[in-house]
């Protein structure tokens, strides 16, 4: 008798688990898709951006070295991106994604070793935008921002989200000065944009 | 007229004619057909690389699903008179951007799905399907259809040309041939007088 009740409250307690748990699961999914399919469509972008750059010889410290991506802030894309890339190749290169919690933890890697070839700055890094993208003078990496203003700065492309959809705004002048060569085809897509010419006037 | 009934001077001039016409005409549609043919040929190479073109322009606009540019880059074949319809399927194999030269065209006309890459003749049109691709990646599919203009106006022309050419030939044979027949029936008869 006493066995059963036990039971009973076992199987009570585990029916009201499962249905707490289920319907955690599904808040959390439900929550999920819209900045999910945002971030898919970016972790598409950044490849096709891989295959319409070309970086110069001395961007990469071995013939076959991947392409690193770098992820500057906070990562909204999760496993997203990683599993956009896995086994996608360019050039022969396989690519490798990296987080960096700060603008100091990039400098540290990219300076010395050229472990970096494309950086995406988080939307949370809005504050450390210049100072990231003067950390990046002089080396070839192609920078890529979700920040509003961020290829005026000198960000390389920014992506913007127009009607619903994702397009990118193109700083041309910021990647002749990275010596990234970046195809009429992804410029024939983008919107240009030019740099103020105080910021301009400083880089030079 | 009774074939009997002409006289051997007619019968010698309406021989030579009828070969020499005979043979005219034969070669002339013998060179019409190869002609036509080698056109044909002609017009599918240049209707795929029409397609390799259009389609390394609006690959990146695929990649980046960005319809309103891949409609401008199919709006440029508006240059290219005898092509009807271009289409380009996505990966999925549905319609990803169009272009029709005349409203005439109804998309229902069309393939609702991409098809096999190669080339189809279908009915007076050429169809060309072209995969898309970029670095490699498959992105989907380009559809050419082209009403053939060029061929069919071709063919017209060639087939007139031809007409004229046997008529002017004929009339020329009769000429020679009339002459040449007096060389010989003249003596013919000339030996059968005395």
């Known amino acids: 008798m006493q066995v059963d009740a036990t039971m009973r409250r076992l199987r009570l307690l585990i029916t009201i688990l499962v249905i707490l748990l289920s319907s955690w699961a599904l808040e ?5 898709p819209p900045s999910s399919s945002e971030y898919l469509i970016k972790a598409g972008f950044i490849y096709n951006f891989a295959n319409l750059v070309q970086w110069p010889q001395n961007a990469f410290p071995q013939a076959d070295s991947p392409i690193v991506i770098g992820i500057l802030g906070e990562d909204h894309f999760g496993v ?19 987080r960096f919690k700060s603008v100091a933890d990039l400098a540290q890697s990219v300076i010395d070793l050229k472990d970096c070839q494309i950086l ?35 960000g390389i492309i920014n992506l913007v989200l127009e009607d619903n959809k994702v397009r990118f705004e193109v700083n041309v002048e910021a990647a002749k000065q990275a010596d990234l060569n970046i195809s009429s085809r992804l410029l024939a897509l983008a919107k240009i944009v030019q740099q103020p010419a105080l910021d301009g006037r400083k880089t030079e | 007229m009774n074939l009997q009934n002409i006289s051997i001077k007619r019968k010698l001039i309406l021989m030579t004619m009828l070969t020499s ?14 002609d036509l043919i080698s056109f044909r040929h002609l017009l599918t190479q240049d209707l795929a690389t029409q397609a390799e073109i259009i389609g390394y322009n609006s690959a990146a606009a695929m990649a980046f699903k960005d319809e309103p540019a891949a409609t401008a880059t199919l709006s440029a074949l508006t240059a290219k008179g005898d092509i009807v319809a271009a289409v380009l399927y996505g990966s999925d194999g549905k319609m990803f951007a169009q272009y029709f030269r005349t409203a005439r065209t109804l998309p229902e006309v069309l393939p609702a799905r991409s098809q096999e890459k190669g080339y189809r003749f279908e009915g007076q049109y050429l169809d060309v399907w072209h995969d898309v691709s970029l670095n490699g990646d498959r992105l989907g599919t380009l559809f050419l259809q082209s009403d053939m203009r060029q061929w069919s106006l071709r063919a017209k022309r060639y087939a007139g040309i031809c007409l004229v050419f046997v008529l002017v030939s004929a009339s020329f044979a009769f000429l020679v041939s009339s002459k040449l027949q007096k060389v010989i029936s003249g003596r013919l008869f000339s030996w059968r007088t005395p």
Request: aromatic share 6%.
């Open chain 1, 80 to 98: 997203t991106l990683d599993r956009v890339l896995q086994g996608k190749k360019v050039n022969g290169r396989p690519f490798v994604v990296r």
């Open chain 2, 21 to 34: 016409s005979l043979a005219l005409l034969l070669s002339s549609a013998s060179f019409l057909i190869y």
């Open chain 1, 120 to 154: 995406f700055v988080s939307s949370s890094e809005t504050a450390h935008v210049t100072e990231a993208i003067q950390t990046l003078r002089g080396i070839s990496v192609l920078t890529i921002g979700e920040i509003p203003g961020f290829a005026k700065r000198g």
């Open chain 1, 28 to 32: 959390a999914r439900a929550q999920d």
